[in-house]
């Protein structure tokens, strides 16, 4: 079975030194990346900068901004049969990326911003009936209802609920704690724990799934 995975942040530049993102330490797609691989799966990670080793035995793509992530994963998306999107792309970029360095005084006081494309919706597009598909939402309000939207709106099998309104679980934090839905409306709460393991969780859980519908 061949997985294809997103991790990490994109960066989304202003000028040579600058650029907006977000908090995404990359822990959490690596984690899931090498649970797949110990299921004996073939492993793609698409990764955004983060300050991690490269992990062994999986194949690793390097990029930046949001436009390169929807490069990569729209490219490597056919030959794969599970595809989990995990990594924080940044929905919007800034409409003029200087080519060189604005001086202080040169800095615009407003910067307007261009929407980026919704890479998982466009995967979820084109999935096949024997791919299954893997999103997560990071939320702060509302958590479950909005996890079941996205679930919805992006014609997905599973969605991973994260609750990043606390400081100790979800973005940077060696630890998580989630919930799983899936399309058919099954739900399961994965209670606090180290990555590595909610990884596992995950996996273990979303495998019967991709045994039905692959072969
Ligand atoms: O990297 P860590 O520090 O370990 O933190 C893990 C995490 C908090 C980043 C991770 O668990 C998580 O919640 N990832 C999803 C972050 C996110 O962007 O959520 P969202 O609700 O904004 O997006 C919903 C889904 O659409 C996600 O699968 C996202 O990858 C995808 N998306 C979002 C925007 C966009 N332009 N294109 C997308 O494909």
Redesign the pocket.
């Known amino acids: 079975m061949r997985c294809l995975i ?3 942040p994109t960066r989304e530049w202003i000028d040579p030194v600058r650029f907006i993102s977000n ?7 690596y984690a899931l990346a090498k649970a797949a691989k110990d299921l004996k799966m073939e492993v793609s990670l698409i990764s955004g900068p983060v300050n991690l080793p490269n992990p062994q035995g999986i194949h690793l793509v390097r990029i930046e901004t ?1 436009l390169e992530m929807q490069e990569a994963m729209e490219s490597h998306f056919e030959e794969n049969d599970l595809i989990i ?5 940044c ?1 919007h970029r800034p409409s003029v990326r200087y080519e060189m360095k604005l001086r202080k005084d040169e800095f615009p006081d407003r910067i307007i911003f261009k929407r ?5 919706k466009i995967l979820g597009s084109k999935k096949k009936k024997n791919q299954v598909l893997v ?5 702060t309000a509302d958590i479950l209802n909005s996890a079941q939207n ?1 679930l919805k709106a ?1 014609n997905l099998d599973w969605i991973v609920a ?1 609750d ?1 309104s606390k400081n100790d679980i ?3 934090s060696d630890i ?1 704690e989630v919930t799983l839905i899936s399309a058919d409306g099954l739900q399961k709460q994965i209670p606090s724990n180290k ?1 590595a393991k909610i990884a596992k969780e995950i996996l273990d859980s979303i495998y019967p799934t991709c045994l039905e519908k692959v072969h």
């Not at 908090?23 to 797609?29: T, V």
């Not at 999107?85 to 792309?89: E, F, N, P, Q, Y």
């Not at 999103?135 to 939320?139: D, S």
Request: glycine fraction near 14%.
């Open positions: 997103s991790a990490g908090p995404s330490s990359g822990k959490m797609g949001a999107m995990c990594a924080a792309v929905d980026n494309p919704d890479i998982l999103g997560f939402a990071a939320e996205k992006k994260n990043v979800g973005f940077s998580n990555k």
